[in-house]
């Protein structure tokens, strides 16, 4: 067959337009949404394979997108800018390729008993079948968290604020017993963000988030990210890879599109929950209101000492009386907020806990958890105050 000069409609279908190296910088991070990337030669393709020079080869491996939100999360956890990033496909993908890299065969892992009910799946369901066990403590007794520390612990695991009763974690005695023992400090601060409490300031040694509640912010994505030092970042980034949990270019940019307005939306949506919190507490219908920015929440100083101040998070627990039935006929009075699962979206959110996030805990669980079977968590959104206490209060004043 002789040369042709003019190529084939299936060739110049798939070889499309020229891909332009483009020299000047685009104000916003460009969307890399490609799977592979091209090399100028088969030497500068073994070069960054080897490592010996850098560049992107694969977008399982690392994509520019993707990466360029983790750094922007790792600014806003570390400001001195030591710490860095990893993106990931959801939050679990980046808590399972953190437990997945500090735990071996043998290992054991202690966990707050309230831990997110993902996590909680992961390690029961899991690790325990490649022999990694997990003893689940009361946080909140330092005492207890350091008499179940093992010789084989590699994991101490924390969270800033657990779901539902906001309870806050003490990040600086919890990393003390880490540290005395020896035992890498994890934290999982999704629910406060780094607007409200940064956990390297404390004492952690890896963050992590489910970027697709605050971070994110707006419901529409799924993500998840994972800060702290490079030696250790660098083995859970292993993981990654083999595991295959990578953030796609396309989510990544709405990520870091949501994180422009983070601080924005976190503090508004903080203020607005201390309103609600205070405004449900004295409602006659409710016989408990969880939440850290209350005087009356047990955690309300440790708050104080760890958080920026004024903000508490934006999860507000809502428990009438009467059990199960009242928790329920409270989510279906609601008009304005959603019922509707996660938080950390611009619209209210609220679901009645004992029978979705915590299905799996029967009365007896719950109650040694210290939730009620009433309880119903309400993610509070960007909406006016007022619009919100109104729509709590009628869906209250109803039952
Ligand atoms: C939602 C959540 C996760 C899991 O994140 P996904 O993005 O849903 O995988 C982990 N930890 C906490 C505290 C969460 O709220």
Request: glycine content about 8%; proline content about 6%.
């Amino acid at each position: 067959m002789t040369a042709r000069s003019e190529k084939g409609s299936s060739t110049r279908a798939v070889h499309g337009p020229e891909v332009r190296e483009v020299v000047q910088t685009p104000l916003t991070p460009p969307v890399y949404r490609t799977s592979t990337f091209v090399f100028d030669s088969a030497q500068q393709a073994a070069d960054v394979f080897a490592g010996r020079e850098p560049g992107w080869s694969y977008s399982r491996t690392d994509n520019p997108t993707a990466q360029a939100f983790a750094d922007a999360v790792a600014a806003l956890e570390d400001p001195s800018g030591v710490a860095v990033g990893q993106p990931f496909a959801s939050g679990m993908a980046a808590i399972s390729s953190t437990l997945l890299a500090l735990c071996s065969s043998g290992s054991h892992v202690v966990a707050p008993r309230e831990v997110y009910g993902g996590t909680w799946s992961l390690l029961t369901r899991q690790l325990a079948r490649f022999g990694v066990e997990t003893t689940f403590v009361d946080a909140t007794d330092l005492e207890a968290v350091r008499a179940a520390l093992r010789p084989e612990t590699t994991v101490l695991w924390a969270e800033v604020l657990a779901n539902p009763t906001m309870t806050v974690a003490d990040l600086p005695g919890l990393s003390v017993v880490a540290r005395d023992a020896g035992v890498p400090f994890v934290v999982d601060a999704t629910f406060a963000s780094p607007v409200v409490c940064r956990p390297l300031e404390h004492g952690a040694d890896l963050v992590v988030h489910s970027a697709t509640k605050y971070l994110g912010g707006h419901s529409d994505v799924t993500g998840g990210v994972v800060v702290g030092a490079a030696a250790l970042l660098e083995r859970v980034r292993t993981v990654r890879l083999d595991l295959g949990g990578a953030l796609a270019p396309e989510e990544a940019a709405l990520l870091t599109r949501g994180l422009a307005t983070l601080p924005l939306r976190m503090t508004r949506q903080c203020q607005t929950a201390i309103v609600v919190a205070a405004a449900l507490q004295t409602h006659p219908r409710v016989v408990r209101v969880d939440h850290p920015g209350l005087t009356t929440h047990r955690d309300h100083a440790l708050a104080g000492r760890l958080f920026t101040p004024g903000l508490y998070g934006a999860v507000v627990t809502v428990t009438p009386a009467g059990g199960r039935v009242a928790g329920m006929a409270f989510v279906d009075g609601l008009r304005l907020v959603k019922r509707a699962t996660s938080l950390g979206g611009t619209v209210s959110k609220a679901v009645h806990v004992a029978t979705t996030t915590h299905l799996q805990l029967d009365d007896a669980s719950l109650a040694a958890a210290g939730i009620d079977p009433g309880a119903v968590r309400v993610s509070i959104g960007l909406e006016d105050v007022e619009d919100l206490v109104a729509d709590l209060v009628q869906a209250l004043d109803a039952l």
